[in-house]
């Protein structure tokens, strides 16, 4: 049974930092793609970050523009682990925050619906 575990979050001042961790298990992750989605309270799940595998070793990420050059997606595959380090937190970067895996090749991986297993969400809160 696949299972995903987001660890890291909590509450952190404007201009502040996080590291959210996402560990896998119950399959191996490394032949695809994962995400990170966020959810703040009345609106929809959005689109934070994804990592394509491309083949091999090679990932290609992707960034919603509102954390483009604030956030990095990154993965340790030994470990099974995906990350999110979030620099230059707003308020507007509260939310509660998904990882997710794609099982299926050429996915939308903008969009939920392109995920087959999501973890429980970590609140990250910041203060303004």
């Known amino acids: 049974q696949v299972q995903l575990v987001e660890s890291g979050g909590g509450l952190v001042q404007a201009g502040g930092s996080l590291r959210l961790s996402c560990a896998g298990s119950g399959r191996t992750f490394s032949n695809y793609a994962m995400g990170w989605f966020r959810q703040a309270p009345g609106k929809e799940r959005e689109f934070v970050a994804a990592?394509?595998?491309?083949?091999?070793?090679?990932?290609?990420?992707d960034y919603a523009d509102s954390v483009k050059g604030r956030f990095t997606i990154s993965r340790d595959n030994a470990k099974n682990m995906l990350y999110l380090q979030m620099n230059s937190l707003k308020s507007e970067d509260t939310a509660v925050y998904y990882c997710a895996a794609s099982f299926t090749p050429a996915t939308m991986l903008r969009s939920p619906s392109g995920y087959d297993a999501w973890g429980q969400g970590t609140q990250v809160t910041v203060s303004s």
């Open positions: 990592l394509r595998w491309l083949g091999g070793s090679t990932y290609s990420a």
